[in-house]
Structures are given as structure tokens and as C-alpha cells.
Nanobody, 123 residues
């Protein structure tokens, strides 16, 4: 079992930055790929970024490439999403996900999900 808890959401002006954190329980965190997804009401959940269990491989949606950076600290059981140059269209609930299968995680089929944290970007 893995439990995930996000933090760091809030309200920011366009062009600003936020860093989201996702703290995971369990002693096997380092064996899981981790990812971030986002969702707005009435729309499907959207893949944002993912990182392999070692942190050596990262993947991004085209819409955030060059602006967002995913990273992890296995000693702290935490994954981060640094979001820079934020745009109003980045407004969403951001959730982290964990899965031992990176491919399954990237298509949204993760075993474990957090509750989400709201990010609002004002214009």
C-alpha cells in the first residue's frame, strides 16, 4: 500500500511559479514510478509529468515542457513538481500518482492516487 499526500497548491498570477510536493508513505517508495496529473471540472484527467523510480528518466506533456520540472527525493519519499511561467490554462486540481509500471502510470492507470491540490493561475 502507498498513500500519497499533495501540498503546495495555491493562487498565483500568470508568469509566476509554484512548487508542488507529494509525500508518500511506505518503505518501497523508491521502487515506484511517480507522476503528476491534472483535471478541471468537466474534462478528463490529463497527464502532466512522470519520473522513473531512479529519477533518471522524466517525461512531460507537450503543454508543460520547458516550464515544469518533475523530480524526486527517495530519501524523503517525496516527489516534486516545479511549475514556472504559469498560465491561466494551467489552473486545475493536480494529483500525484504512483505505480511500479511506468507505462501504466503514464496512461493514467496508476494503482495509487493522492487527493489532489488546487492550483489557480489568475490572468
Amino acid at each position: 500500500q502507498v498513500q500519497l499526500e499533495e501540498s503546495g497548491g495555491g493562487v498565483v498570477q500568470a508568469g509566476g511559479s509554484l512548487r508542488l510536493s507529494c509525500a508518500a508513505s511506505g518503505r518501497t517508495f523508491s521502487s515506484y514510478a511517480m507522476g503528476w496529473f491534472r483535471q478541471v471540472p468537466g474534462k478528463a484527467r490529463e497527464f502532466v509529468a512522470a519520473v522513473s523510480w531512479s529519477g533518471g528518466n522524466t517525461y512531460y506533456a507537450d503543454s508543460v515542457k520547458g516550464r515544469f520540472t518533475i523530480s524526486r527525493d527517495n530519501a524523503k519519499n517525496t516527489v516534486y513538481l516545479q511549475m514556472n511561467s504559469l498560465k491561466p490554462e494551467d489552473t486545475a486540481v493536480y494529483s500525484c500518482a504512483a505505480d511500479q509500471d511506468l507505462t501504466r502510470l503514464r496512461v493514467g492507470g496508476s494503482q495509487y492516487w493522492g487527493q489532489g491540490t488546487q492550483v489557480t493561475v489568475s490572468s
